[in-house]
Nanobody, 122 residues
Framework: QVQLVESGGGLVQAGGSLRLSCAAS????????MGWFRQAPGEEREFVAA??????FYADSVKGRFTISRDNAKNAVYLQMNSLKPEDTAVYYC?????????????????WGKGTQVTVSS
């Protein structure tokens, strides 16, 4: 099992920046992918970004604005969010997977955090 705890959410004005952090514990050595998803009110959860090995994946809506990174020594993954827009408002969830040596977004994730709220005001 892998436990994930997010932090760093909050309220920011449009155009501002936030950095989300996710701390992993448990069987972290087995994780081959970590990433971020988000869910806005009344919407389905959607993929934001993920990292597997040295490969990063981004949703089109955040490319060029968000950057995902991972610190294996600290068992952590981060999401730097710049040029935030009101439509980025959502609960952001950290996720991890250990089923595939080469993860791809269509595989989904196995482990989930409880989420952190990000609110972008206009």
């Amino acid at each position: 099992q892998v436990q994930l705890v997010e932090s760093g959410g909050g309220l920011v004005q449009a155009g501002g920046s936030l950095r989300l952090s996710c701390a992993a514990s448990g069987r972290t050595f087995s994780t081959t992918a970590m990433g971020w998803f988000r869910q806005a009110p009344g919407e389905e959860r959607e993929f934001v970004a993920a990292i597997s090995g040295v490969t990063t994946f981004y949703a089109d809506s955040v490319k060029g604005r968000f950057t995902i990174s991972r610190d294996n020594a600290k068992n952590a993954v981060y999401l730097q969010m710049n040029s935030l827009k009101p439509e980025d408002t959502a609960v952001y969830y950290c996720a991890a997977d250990n089923r595939y040596s080469h993860w791809s977004p269509q595989y989904g994730m196995t482990y989930w955090g409880k989420g952190t709220q990000v609110t972008v005001s206009s």
